[in-house]
């Protein structure tokens, strides 16, 4: 199978599951135990949570380790107040509008201006009041890779004194993000499955000043942030998955080889296609293709029978197959967004993997349009 939806997950880093595997092999103990098996997993955890906090240039005690992006999100948006009134956008994951939406207190979704895939400083600018007290938007959004101007957004809700939430989970291992980031990001988080990592382990990096309030209740491991036993095997395993991130800059210049490899050769032989973002600041590995003239629900399934795995809005959510409300929240017609294909590389992708689904999918297409 050539798999082009790691934006959906990856596949587990080699080195990360060698490390999984020699753990497991190892009885661990549980890091709060005093025995030997017990202190032999708490230095791993220390370890591991030492080098996480170096990669992203932060103190360890700014590192929140949950069971994936989802629960950080909740968790994170939990922390505010009620009575707060908060901005985001209506691109935004389902992990942040479903929890926003269950708080009940004022929100403002930020619709992107026609022709655009992210939101702008400006509108920020605009939607701001007095009582703004959180603004909560992705750092790159997971169906089209465009990069939403955080470095802007950042600076002015640092000065502002506004709090800012990054959900950064489809731009870590993407795009060469220098760490630390800026200052004006209050919180972000990040998905161990989505580099390589198993499911299983989340991340949030929330700084001091952030009004922070558990989710989950228990034992008063983290520091009383998260109950629950650490999982010291994920969390070693999103330590190594960040090791093998570096030098960031040359892997993500590959897979932007390959990706805009991918498009020319798709933009050459298959006229009509639109590729969304294509003139935006868009992460290395993501292209999304709407192929007018075909439905991409049965251009999924043809892909899928001949060896290449891709998705159809964003599928890692729900598993069902609807057409994307981000593009048509980015004003693209439900026609051509029900023709569009998401295919997200990863630095696993070969070039003979994408010669091949090139030429898979110029066929299908090509196909698919004579009997349309
Ligand atoms: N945010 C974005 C942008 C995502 O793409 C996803 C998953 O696809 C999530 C949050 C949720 O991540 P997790 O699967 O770790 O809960």
Do not use: W
Request: with cysteine; net charge neutral; glycine share 8%.
């Amino acid at each position: 199978m050539i798999y082009l939806d790691n934006n959906a997950t990856t596949f587990l880093d080699p080195t990360v599951s060698k490390q999984i595997i020699s753990l497991m092999e190892r009885n661990l103990g549980n890091p709060a135990s005093t025995h030997r098996l017990g202190q032999e997993a708490k230095e791993i955890l220390f370890q591991s949570r030492r080098a996480i906090a170096s990669f992203f240039q932060v103190k360890e005690s700014e590192l929140l380790f949950t069971s994936s992006a989802t629960e950080a999100l909740s968790t994170l948006i939990r922390g505010m107040p009620r009575e707060s009134e908060i901005i985001t956008s209506n691109l935004e994951h389902l992990a942040v509008l479903e929890p926003l939406k269950e708080r009940g207190s004022k929100v403002t979704y930020l619709a992107p201006k026609l022709g655009y895939g992210s939101i702008t400083l400006d509108q920020i600018e605009q939607a701001v009041t007095s009582r703004t007290e959180l603004i909560i938007l992705m750092g790159a959004n997971n169906e089209t890779g465009i990069i939403t101007d955080f470095e802007q957004i950042a600076d002015f809700a640092e000065k502002r004194g506004i709090f800012f939430i990054m959900d950064a989970v489809a731009l870590l291992g993407k795009e060469p993000v220098p760490f630390p980031l800026p200052q004006g990001v209050t919180a972000a988080v990040f998905s161990g499955h989505k580099i390589h990592a198993p499911v299983g382990i989340g991340l949030a990096i929330v700084r001091k000043k952030f009004p922070f309030m558990p989710l989950i209740f228990g034992g008063g491991q983290q520091e009383g942030k998260r109950g629950g036993t650490e999982h010291v095997i994920g969390v070693a395993a999103l330590a190594a998955a960040l090791k093998a991130l570096e030098p960031i800059s040359s892997i993500t210049t590959s897979i932007r080889q390959l990706r805009d490899r991918f498009e020319d050769a798709l933009l050459a032989s298959l006229q009509p296609i639109v590729i969304h973002g294509k003139n935006e600041r868009r992460v290395s590995n993501t292209s999304s293709i709407a192929f007018l003239g075909v439905d991409g629900e049965t251009l999924l399934m043809q892909l899928d029978l001949a060896g290449v795995a891709t998705s159809h809005g964003s599928a890692c959510s729900s598993g069902g197959i609807s057409s994307s409300r981000v593009l048509q929240n980015m004003g693209i017609s439900p026609k051509e967004a029900q023709s569009t294909l998401r295919f997200s590389l990863s630095r696993f992708t070969t070039k003979e993997e994408i010669d091949k689904a090139i030429h898979i999918i110029i066929d299908i297409v090509s196909r698919l349009r004579k009997i349309t």
